[in-house]
């Protein structure tokens, strides 16, 4: 029945397509039969649970990541890292830019020791310590909310905001002694660089849980002479630290350079200032204001650190600690010392310490820096006997008095610590340090016997700007940056561009404390000019023990004046060309003894490339906007006539 239901409609639906086609002629419309629904694939499950939870009961050490508020509703990232069992336990801060993250999981162990291993933890003293350690990302970095200013002045004329470094160190210390319970409310800071920067901005209106502070290598003032200028003189190499921690919150945007020699890089750029718009440094904040402050106007004197502290009163007691080979921030510690020290009354709150390291390398090995042995591990010593019981004496209820000298420096030479009472007049007893000048002599020589009538009047040699002096041998990379202040000097003496000044053979020791102070009566045959001048220990021609120190050139203290700044920082002008000037500037702080058999050395050169930029020799109202055509060769003249004498005057140790 059904089938023959259907016949009539078959036959009907047969008509009507020939019709169909009959009216549409050769046109043949088909109709597509419903399209299919699709499958959906069968259901196979991520194997990631949606949370995990680490199982860490077996660790020595508890996490706890957090992210406490600052005043101003920003949180900040903050690692916790808390000893198991730990009970009234002290709290060592590190505030940073540079990733709590990583500065707290090095490696993936249970144990607290090999977490902080190898970042800038001093880890001996925290682990053996049995410290809780704190790490915070500041505002704007990594896992922390908030505007990122590189060095964020505190509140005032650069920083119109309620908030800096001072209010988030307060504010991050109240909720940590509030919210760790193991702990004994007792906080101590601790940093390298820039996180020895925070540690001197935590002392501005300290928080009363703020016991002690330990800034290292600090960063001070940025334009006199530490990361961003010295004297002037632009360190352009800091263009890929800036680069790489303001393009992005977490540094996603590596350096890039192309070239294998950073000399040929800067050269082909011209000016620091083409540099930066060729790779987008002219984006960044920070960069923008280095181009628009090349003098040392009002923008760097409210941010010099000792300036800021000089005027506060101080309640904190303060370790700071210096390397003699610091090739970033070699002025900062020296400088909080001098403005801080006169404060301390009860010689109870300012402490320094003077070692024989590069940037950093007090939490380090400590036994050697490049080719120079130093006959112990100089940087154990310091945490083990003057770091490690001067943070227990503050932060411990049952600890002893430490004993540390105020000042424990390292004598380079004799390779022996000295426990003084200050810096640099405390030296042992009965000794008095003498201001005393050493002469640059005609003919290259050096001597303490001022110029003689009859004695050649000047050194001179030809700065090309188009082949600058380097500042080590070349290829430049950046592989051994840590040690560059240790080079061998011979490289530069060789080279027509350098004067080199050299004393006889000593036959008796010569022991400096404190800081060399360059004398320059020098001319040019331009209108602006650099002058870079370097004190150097010549070592003997052959060492039986090390060979290859025989006739090394080591310098001990040098440093860079950018001419045009001669008469203020802030009042760059023109200087006359072929007119004797006088030049005087202090180099970084020493504590060495030139041995017998050694030779002292001056070297004097007008570029020092390409840790700084060039001067272009020609007057131009802003150097990071130099031309081609402003950079033009120069005859540079260093003068050691009667009456226009140059000389280095030495921090000389005499005994009676």
């Given at each position: 029945m059904l089938a023959a239901m259907r016949t009539p409609s078959r036959r009907r639906a047969r008509l009507a397509l020939a019709v169909s086609t009959a009216v549409l002629?050769?046109?043949?419309?088909?109709?597509?039969?419903?399209?299919?629904?699709?499958?959906?694939?069968?259901?196979?499950?991520?194997?990631?649970?949606a949370t995990f939870t680490p199982r860490t009961a077996s660790f020595d050490f508890e996490r706890r990541d957090v992210m406490i508020p600052m005043r101003d509703g920003v949180k900040l990232h903050t690692v916790?890292?808390?000893?198991?069992?730990?009970?009234?336990?002290?709290?060592?801060?590190?505030?940073t830019p540079y990733d709590a993250d990583a500065m707290t999981t090095r490696r993936a162990s249970p144990h607290l020791g090999p977490t902080l291993q190898g970042y800038d933890n001093a880890t001996d003293v925290?682990?053996?310590?049995?410290?809780?350690?704190?790490?915070?990302?500041?505002?704007?970095?990594?896992?922390?909310?908030?505007?990122?200013?590189?060095?964020?002045?505190?509140?005032?004329?650069?920083?119109?905001?309620?908030?800096?470094?001072?209010?988030?160190?307060?504010?991050?210390?109240?909720?940590?002694?509030?919210?760790?319970?193991?702990?004994?409310?007792?906080?101590?800071?601790?940093?390298?660089?820039y996180d020895g920067f925070t540690p001197l901005m935590a002392l501005v209106d300290p928080h009363p849980a703020l016991k002690v502070a330990v800034p290292m290598n600090p960063l001070v003032d940025g334009w006199i002479g530490d990361d961003w200028f010295h004297h002037g003189a632009f360190r352009q190499l800091g263009a890929s630290y800036i680069y790489e921690q303001e393009a992005s919150r977490k540094n996603e945007y590596p350096w890039w350079t192309g070239v294998t020699d950073d000399y040929e890089l800067f050269l082909r750029a011209g000016s620091a200032g083409e540099l930066g718009r060729q790779r987008g440094l002219d984006e960044l904040g920070f960069w923008q204001k280095l181009v628009a402050h090349p003098s040392?106007?009002?923008?760097?004197?409210?941010?010099?650190?000792?300036?800021?502290l000089a005027a506060r009163p101080l309640t904190v007691p303060v370790m700071l600690v210096h390397s003699l080979w610091d090739q970033e921030d070699i002025y900062g510690a020296p400088a909080v010392y001098r403005a801080l020290e006169p404060?301390?009354?009860?010689?109870?709150?300012?402490?320094?310490?003077l070692g024989p390291w590069h940037h950093g390398q007090a939490i380090k090995d400590g036994s050697a820096l490049g080719p120079i042995h130093f006959d112990s591990d100089t940087a154990l010593t310091f945490r083990r006997d003057v770091l490690a019981p001067f943070l227990a004496q503050y932060l411990k209820d049952s600890a002893p008095p430490a004993n540390v000298a105020p000042v424990t420096a390292f004598e380079t030479g004799t390779n022996a610590w000295r426990r003084l009472t200050a810096w640099p007049t405390g030296c042992a007893t009965g000794c008095t340090i003498k201001p005393t000048p050493?002469?640059?002599?005609?003919?290259?020589?050096?001597?303490?016997?001022?110029?003689?009538?009859?004695?050649?009047?000047?050194t001179e040699w030809i700065s090309d700007p188009a082949k600058p002096t380097p500042f080590r041998a070349r290829p430049i990379d950046?592989?051994?940056?840590?040690?560059?202040?240790?080079?061998?000097?011979?490289?530069?003496?060789?080279?027509?561009?350098?004067?080199?000044?050299?004393?006889?053979?000593?036959?008796?020791?010569?022991?400096?404390s404190g800081q060399p102070v360059a004398n320059l009566i020098a001319s040019t045959t331009g209108t602006d000019a650099d002058w870079v001048v370097k004190l150097i220990d010549v070592y003997p021609d052959e060492v039986a023990a090390q060979p290859e120190l025989g006739g090394y050139q080591l310098m001990i203290a040098a440093d860079i004046f950018r001419g045009r700044y001669r008469d203020g920082y802030d009042k760059p002008k023109p200087l006359d060309p072929g007119k004797a000037l006088r030049y005087r500037f202090a180099l970084p702080t020493a504590n060495h003894v030139f041995l017998p058999g050694?030779?002292?050395?001056?070297?004097?050169?007008?570029?020092?490339?390409?840790?700084?930029?060039?001067?272009?020799?020609?007057?131009?109202?802003?150097?990071?906007?130099?031309?081609?055509?402003?950079?033009?060769?120069?005859?540079?003249?260093?003068?050691?006539a009667p009456g226009q004498a140059s000389f280095v005057e030495l921090p000389l140790v005499t005994r009676p």
């Open positions: 002629g050769a046109a043949t419309v088909r109709i597509a039969a419903p399209a299919a629904k699709p499958v959906p694939p069968p259901a196979f499950p991520s194997e990631i649970p916790i890292l808390v000893p198991r069992g730990a009970k009234g336990a002290a709290m060592l801060l590190t505030r925290i682990v053996d310590g049995g410290y809780i350690r704190v790490v915070q990302d500041v505002r704007g970095k990594h896992g922390s909310e908030g505007d990122y200013v590189i060095n964020r002045p505190l509140r005032g004329p650069q920083n119109p905001t309620a908030v800096d470094h001072a209010t988030d160190t307060y504010d991050t210390i109240d909720w940590l002694v509030k919210n760790v319970p193991e702990s004994n409310g007792r906080v101590g800071i601790l940093g390298i660089s040392y106007d009002a923008y760097w004197r409210d941010q010099a650190v000792d300036k800021l404060k301390d009354t009860g010689n109870d709150k300012v402490f320094l310490v050493l002469y640059l002599a005609a003919g290259g020589g050096l001597r303490y016997a001022a110029p003689r009538p009859g004695d050649a009047r000047t950046g592989s051994s940056w840590s040690r560059w202040l240790v080079d061998d000097q011979r490289e530069a003496s060789g080279r027509t561009d350098v004067a080199v000044f050299t004393s006889d053979v000593l036959t008796a020791p010569v022991q400096i050694h030779r002292v050395m001056v070297q004097v050169q007008s570029s020092w490339f390409p840790l700084y930029d060039r001067n272009p020799q020609t007057f131009v109202p802003n150097i990071f906007l130099a031309k081609p055509s402003d950079y033009q060769k120069a005859t540079q003249r260093v003068h050691h």
